[in-house]
């Protein structure tokens, strides 16, 4: 059989590795180590966080290493999955279909979808758990006409405690991420090796010939007959670009800005985040606890139950770069404004909470959703693939995105993943 690398195991590498494995003898690489969630109280870290010790986001991989933030121009924090499963094990569940883009292009991926909702157990069920607060937010939300939608969730409700900690790792195994696609892949008789990050791609002629991998044993080279990479929006192009194929600097990241203020009694923390959604041009408004603010923002030092919170979601301007130098990113002018209307937005809802305007305070800038840096044309909508790779190499994951979402993108990766792996086995 046919050898296949694919490199990351998030959305987009899980899905096409259990799409490939049978057809070919699949690899994946994963540059992270086995996802672990984050299990500690956060009341053990309350001393530190008081005293100031927890004074920057970038800390957060000394407390919970599958979690990697980093810093980009404006003090933008990116966050992303580091380790099995990616992004996915850290998401908030949310499970929206947001294909229109790539539908613009010619890319029909109805039948993916189709396969993506009976694979993945999606729910609005949790709405009868909402407590006191969010129950109220939405309410707000109606009154204000911004027409607001309980968000469907990645999540068997059976097992779901509504625990409220999803970005730090679901405990009892409610909440979907890949890793259950990659089991499935295994199962097959995939291999997984974690703590392997891919430098590059090496060619034989035009084509890819191998890989150069960093791993436990330190540095090596894998060869293959078929290269996949899903190394995330952040990860991909890098790859790429040390492999000699220049990526576009249309990276989007999805900023996220939450908007907040004491409440006593909100406990948004202690129940499922972004509840529900309201859909505006541009932007998205949604109930968020964040934890990223909660742990490294001074503005934050509130007991963890007396925190109200709003959060913006923006669909950015595809402007910006990851190297391997860091990333490049700011916001354009475009994206300053819808920001500063989103947040009057939140101040207006926190305001019918009966919170003065002068008791606000705002979350790190923050963002987790990179992606865009080679984006799919109308040219490629059969083959998705670009002209600038090698015959036996694809990319599978958020970097094909055309645009920003300003929304999850978990499923829509895996759909597209889904066509690419169809495409590949019919090749
Ligand atoms: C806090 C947070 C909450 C989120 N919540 C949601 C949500 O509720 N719903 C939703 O749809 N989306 C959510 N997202 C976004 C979503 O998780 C990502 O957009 C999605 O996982 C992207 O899929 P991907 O395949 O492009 O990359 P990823 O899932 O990030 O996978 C990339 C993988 O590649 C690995 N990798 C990177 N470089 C290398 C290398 N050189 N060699 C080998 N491996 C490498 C990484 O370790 C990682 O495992 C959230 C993101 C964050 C940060
Ligand atoms: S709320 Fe808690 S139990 Fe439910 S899916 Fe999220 S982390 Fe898992």
Redesign the pocket.
């Given at each position: 059989m046919k050898r296949a690398i694919v490199?990351?195991?998030?959305?987009?590498?899980a899905t096409v590795a259990m799409e490939l494995q049978g057809h070919y003898q699949v690899t994946v690489?994963?540059?992270?180590r086995e996802f672990r969630p984050f299990r500690a109280p956060l009341s053990r870290f309350e001393p530190a966080r008081r005293a100031g010790l927890l004074f920057d986001a970038r800390l957060t991989r000394l407390l919970f290493r599958p979690?990697e933030v980093r810093r980009a121009d404006a003090g933008l924090a990116l966050?992303?999955?580091?380790?099995?499963?990616?992004?996915?094990t850290?998401?908030?569940?949310?499970?929206?279909r947001c294909d229109q883009d790539l539908a613009a292009l010619g890319i029909d991926l109805d039948p993916e979808f189709e396969e993506v909702f009976r694979q993945i157990p999606v729910t609005t069920g949790h709405v009868e758990r909402w407590g006191a607060t969010t129950r109220r937010l939405f309410e707000i939300l109606q009154e204000m006409g911004l027409r607001p939608a309980p968000l469907p969730k990645?999540v068997d409700l059976a097992a779901c405690t509504n625990c409220g900690r999803?970005?730090i790792g679901c405990r009892t195994g409610a909440k979907w991420d890949?890793r259950q696609f990659l089991n499935r892949a295994v199962n097959a008789g995939a291999r997984v090796l974690t703590g392997?990050?891919?430098?590059r791609i090496l060619f034989k002629a035009s084509r890819a010939g191998s890989v150069e991998v960093r791993g436990p044993a330190g540095p090596e080279q894998m060869a293959a007959e078929l290269f996949v990479l899903?190394?995330?929006?952040?990860?991909?192009p890098?790859?790429l670009q040390e492999s000699g194929i220049e990526c576009a600097p249309s990276l989007s990241v999805d900023p996220v800005l939450c908007v907040a203020a004491e409440y006593p009694g909100a406990n948004q923390h202690s129940e499922m985040s972004?509840a529900f959604a309201s859909q505006q041009h541009g932007f998205m408004l949604s109930p968020y606890f964040d934890f990223l603010s909660f742990m490294f923002n001074r503005a934050w030092l509130h007991p963890i139950g007396n925190i109200v919170s709003m959060m913006v979601k923006l669909a950015d301007s595809n402007q910006g770069t990851v190297t391997r130098r860091g990333v490049r990113k700011t916001l354009t002018s475009r994206d300053r404004t819808l920001l500063h209307t989103a947040t009057e937005l939140c101040i207006e809802v926190l305001a019918r909470l009966g919170i003065d305007r002068s008791r606000v305070f705002l979350g790190t800038l923050n963002a987790?959703?990179?992606?865009g840096m080679l984006p799919l044309t109308a040219k490629e909508a059969e083959t998705l693939h670009s002209p600038k790779l090698p015959d036996n190499v694809y990319v599978?994951?958020?970097?094909l995105l055309p645009k920003s979402l300003g929304n999850?993108?978990?499923?829509t990766?895996v759909a597209l993943?889904k066509r690419i792996g169809r495409l590949l086995r019919n090749r």
């Open positions: 490199v990351g195991s998030g959305a987009g590498g690489l994963e540059a992270g979690m966050v992303n999955g580091r380790a099995l499963g990616g992004t996915t850290l998401s908030c569940a949310n499970a929206l990645l999803c970005i890949s392997c990050r891919v430098e899903a190394a995330g929006g952040f990860g991909t890098v790859i972004m987790g959703h990179p992606g599978a994951d958020a970097t999850p993108p978990i499923l990766v993943a």
